[in-house]
């Protein structure tokens, strides 16, 4: 009796088959081999011609046991009736690792269990409406055309490691409220995420081959894209949140066809990404509080997460590298106010590498505080009317010059072109006469500067 028996053996799971082997397939070289593997039962044979109606049968009868579903390694024909799985509750875990599917449809379904397609094959795949109470687990599973999971809902833990999607895969409207692994998964076309949510997901090494959609996604917690590849177009718009998330993109692969577009960006790594030609449309990068002179509070706009993250010079370094990535990416598309920004961002970091004293007491620092690296001009003005109205005090009270004069003294020491049209007081001193060439000195380089940070403006960065 035992050599009537399925021959199949799960790779998995230590149990073995007790269906009959088709006796159709008995040919007179399997009864003169009966340990040959490919004598199995009507669930595991892969022979198109088996008996739909007795597959079906068997499946049934397997889908009413009372502990699970075991329906590891099954051939499902194309034309078994799918209809007897739409819209069904499965209130024990099911077990479908290694089954191939020529067709499939579970729409509507409720899997109130764990449910397993561990390195399962499908052609069509159809999942969309489904509610995956527990554990649904899609590792290593191929899906060889079309795979719809629209308006899915997956209330626990989603696992697609190490899947392929040969053709289109339809996530639009989908829910993933629990922990969700894409990690190493291939899109061969493109991956459609439109208006999905997800609480915290991974897409570590995946590949969109054609792109992805991400249009109005709703993110909360962390959403980690490291080493992920964007080959096509590639769309992130209107990104939602229901709490604030944190996106991870290092190690990340742009094409030249990715958009990011009305974003908060504020909480999103970007290091060792080349992101030069990423196209940012009105995204928000994060903002923070500086002190100008130590003591006056100003909020500093476009901080990317990496420097407020950052402990080490490597990490300064590394950051430095992606804000002169995205200096050139807002330059070339002509927006020199966000360029000035995050070009600010980049010599923060430098400065910021100098060591305790250096942040406070080197060129770059004093550079800060004086023109804001050169692109902040309100400093600059604030330094040359700071300096007339000591000039102007000076004048005034230490040499005793009536107040227009004085004025006078001090607005036109401020400049050296100027100095040469509007001569020193004779009434001042020695003393005087020395502060009005030191006033000169520091007047000119305040005033270049100053013209330089307005160039700078409508000038692209080299």
């Known amino acids: 009796m035992s050599n009537d028996t399925c021959k199949w053996e799960s790779a998995v799971h230590p149990h073995k088959c007790n269906?009959?082997?088709l006796t159709s397939f008995r040919t007179y070289a399997e009864i003169?081999?009966?340990?040959?593997?490919?004598?199995?039962c009507?669930?595991?044979?892969?022979r198109?011609?088996?008996?739909v109606h007795e597959f079906a049968r068997k499946v049934e009868e397997r889908m009413r046991a009372p502990e699970k579903i075991d329906l590891i390694d099954c051939h499902f024909p194309k034309d078994y009736d799918f209809n007897l799985c739409e819209g069904r509750t499965f209130d024990v875990p099911v077990h479908l690792s290694g089954a191939v599917f020529s067709r499939s449809s579970f729409n509507d379904a409720k899997f109130l269990k764990p449910v397993y397609f561990i390195g399962a094959t499908f052609a069509n795949a159809a999942f969309r409406g489904v509610t995956f109470s527990q554990g649904a687990y899609f590792i290593g599973t191929k899906f060889w055309q079309e795979a719809d999971f629209g308006r899915a809902h997956f209330e626990c833990e989603a696992d697609f490691i190490g899947a392929t999607f040969a053709q289109?895969?339809?996530f639009s409207g989908t829910s993933f409220s629990g922990e969700t692994s894409f990690n190493n998964v291939v899109f061969s076309t493109s991956g459609r995420f439109f208006k999905s949510t997800f609480d915290d997901v991974t897409f570590t090494s995946t590949k969109f081959e054609r792109g992805a959609n991400f249009e109005q996604t709703a993110f909360s917690g962390c959403a980690d894209f490291t080493r992920t590849e964007f080959r096509g177009w590639t769309r992130f718009i209107k990104i939602t949140k229901k709490m604030p998330w944190y996106g991870i993109f290092r190690y990340t692969l742009f094409s030249d066809n990715v958009t990011i577009q009305e974003v908060d960006l504020s909480r999103c790594s970007f290091l060792h990404s080349e992101i030069d030609k990423v196209d940012f449309r009105h995204c928000h990068f994060g903002e923070e509080k500086e002190y100008f002179l130590g003591f006056i509070p100003i909020s500093r706009k476009n901080v990317l997460c990496d420097e407020s993250t950052a402990k080490t010079n490597l990490d300064y370094d590394m950051t430095s590298r992606v804000y002169r990535d995205l200096v050139k990416n807002?330059?070339?598309k002509g927006d020199r106010y966000m360029a000035i920004d995050l070009f600010y961002g980049e010599m923060e970091c430098r400065r910021k590498q100098m060591g305790r004293w250096g942040r406070s007491f080197s060129v770059h620092a004093l550079s800060r505080q004086i023109t804001g690296y050169g692109v902040r001009f309100a400093r600059s003005a604030f330094f040359i009317g700071m300096l007339?109205?000591?000039s102007c005090l000076f004048y005034r009270y230490h040499e005793g010059l009536e107040p227009g004069e004085a004025f006078n003294q001090s607005l036109f020491g401020i400049n050296v072109l100027l100095a040469h049209v509007y001569h020193y007081s004779e009434k001042l001193s020695s003393l005087g006469i020395a502060y009005f060439c030191f006033e000169i000195?520091?007047?000119s380089f305040l005033t270049t500067s100053f013209v330089l940070i307005l160039q700078r403006v409508f000038t692209p960065f080299k």
């Open 168 to 170: 289109r895969a339809d």
């Open 388 to 390: 007339i109205l000591v």
């Open 330 to 332: 807002f330059d070339e």
């Open 32 to 40: 003169s081999a009966p340990a040959q593997p490919h004598r199995y």
């Open 441 to 443: 000195v520091l007047g």
């Open 42 to 46: 009507i669930l595991h044979s892969s």
């Open 19 to 21: 269906e009959p082997v």
């Open 48 to 51: 198109g011609d088996k008996d």
